[in-house]
C-alpha cells in the first residue's frame, strides 16, 4: 500500500518530522506513519520509537529520518548516537536532505572505530536490500561506496552505477561517468568487468 507523504513540520520543540497527514484508501485507521506522529504529538515517544522502528527496517525513508532524531533526543529510547548515526547514514541515502546535517553532527562526535562499526551496518542493511534484487538500492550503495566509506572506492561506485545504467535507472548513466574520470585506465577495465559480472550475476525487476 502507498501512503502519500507530505513535507511539514509538526509543532514539536527540537523535533522536526516529515509527517503523512492523511488515511489509508482502503481504510478508517490511520496509516502506521500517521499514528507514529500522532504519537509523538502526544508525547507518546515509546509508541512513536516502535512505529518509526518498524517502518524504518521496511525501508521507509522519512521514517528512518524520524528514528534517528529519537535516537538522538533519547525520546522513546536512551540516546545513542550510533544508532542515530546509522538511520541518519540511510535516510541520506534514501534522500532525505535534513539528514545530512545529523549525519554530519554526530560524525563530528564519534571516533574512528564507532564509525567503522556504523558503516559496517550500513552495508549490511544495503546489502541485504541489493540480494533482494531491490533496484532502488543499487544507486544507494554506490553512493556509499563513495562517501560514507573511510577511503572512496571508486571502481566499485562505477561498477554499480554502471550495474544501474544497464538496467535502465534514471540518473544512472551521468552518475556513472562522473566517477569514470576518477579511475585509471586498468582500473577503469577492471570496474567494467566487474560491472558485467554483477549484471551477469543477479536479476532485476522491472521498473514499475
Same mark, same amino acid.
Given at each position: 500500500?502507498?501512503?502519500?507523504?507530505?513535507?511539514?513540520?509538526? /509543532?514539536?520543540?527540537?523535533?522536526?518530522?516529515?509527517?503523512?497527514?492523511?488515511? /489509508?484508501?482502503? +481504510?478508517?485507521?490511520?496509516?502506521?506513519?500517521?499514528?507514529?506522529?500522532?504519537?509523538?504529538?502526544?508525547?507518546?515517544?515509546?509508541?512513536?520509537?516502535?512505529?518509526?522502528?518498524?517502518?524504518?527496517?521496511?525501508?521507509?525513508?522519512?521514517?528512518?529520518?524520524?528514528?534517528?532524531?529519537?535516537?538522538?533526543?533519547?525520546?522513546?529510547?536512551? +540516546?545513542?548516537?550510533?544508532?542515530?548515526?546509522?538511520?541518519?547514514?540511510?535516510?541520506?541515502?534514501?534522500?532525505?536532505?535534513?539528514?545530512?546535517? @545529523?549525519?554530519?553532527?554526530?560524525?563530528?562526535? @564519534?571516533?574512528?572505530?564507532?564509525?567503522?562499526?556504523?558503516?559496517?551496518?550500513?552495508?549490511?542493511?544495503?546489502?541485504?536490500?541489493?540480494?533482494? *534484487?531491490?533496484?532502488?538500492?543499487?544507486?544507494?550503495? /554506490?553512493?556509499?561506496?563513495?562517501?560514507?566509506?573511510? %577511503?572512496?572506492?571508486?571502481?566499485? *561506485?562505477?561498477?554499480?552505477?554502471?550495474?544501474?545504467?544497464?538496467?535502465?535507472?534514471?540518473?544512472?548513466?551521468?552518475?556513472?561517468?562522473?566517477? %569514470?574520470?576518477?579511475?585509471?585506465?586498468?582500473?577503469?577495465?577492471?570496474?567494467?568487468?566487474?560491472?558485467?559480472?554483477?549484471? %551477469?550475476?543477479?536479476?532485476?525487476?522491472?521498473? %514499475?
Amino acid at each position: 500500500m502507498t501512503y502519500l507523504k507530505l513535507n511539514i513540520l509538526p /509543532a514539536i520543540a527540537c523535533l522536526a518530522f516529515f509527517s503523512q497527514d492523511v488515511m /489509508a484508501a482502503d +481504510t478508517d485507521l490511520p496509516d502506521p506513519f500517521s499514528q507514529a506522529v500522532t504519537a509523538v504529538r502526544q508525547k507518546d515517544y515509546s509508541t512513536a520509537f516502535e512505529l518509526f522502528l518498524h517502518l524504518a527496517e521496511e525501508g521507509d525513508y522519512d521514517a528512518q529520518y524520524n528514528l534517528a532524531v529519537l535516537f538522538k533526543k533519547g525520546l522513546g529510547h536512551p +540516546t545513542h548516537y550510533q544508532n542515530a548515526l546509522k538511520w541518519a547514514f540511510l535516510a541520506e541515502l534514501g534522500g532525505i536532505g535534513k539528514a545530512t546535517d @545529523m549525519r554530519e553532527e554526530l560524525v563530528g562526535v @564519534m571516533p574512528e572505530e564507532t564509525l567503522d562499526l556504523v558503516r559496517a551496518e550500513v552495508k549490511k542493511v544495503l546489502t541485504q536490500r541489493f540480494d533482494a *534484487s531491490d533496484r532502488s538500492v543499487i544507486l544507494q550503495l /554506490a553512493q556509499y561506496n563513495l562517501t560514507i566509506v573511510k %577511503e572512496p572506492d571508486f571502481k566499485t *561506485s562505477y561498477a554499480l552505477r554502471a550495474l544501474a545504467a544497464a538496467i535502465g535507472i534514471r540518473s544512472a548513466m551521468g552518475l556513472r561517468d562522473e566517477v %569514470e574520470a576518477e579511475l585509471e585506465s586498468k582500473e577503469l577495465m577492471d570496474a567494467q568487468q566487474m560491472a558485467a559480472k554483477l549484471y %551477469e550475476e543477479t536479476h532485476w525487476p522491472l521498473p %514499475e
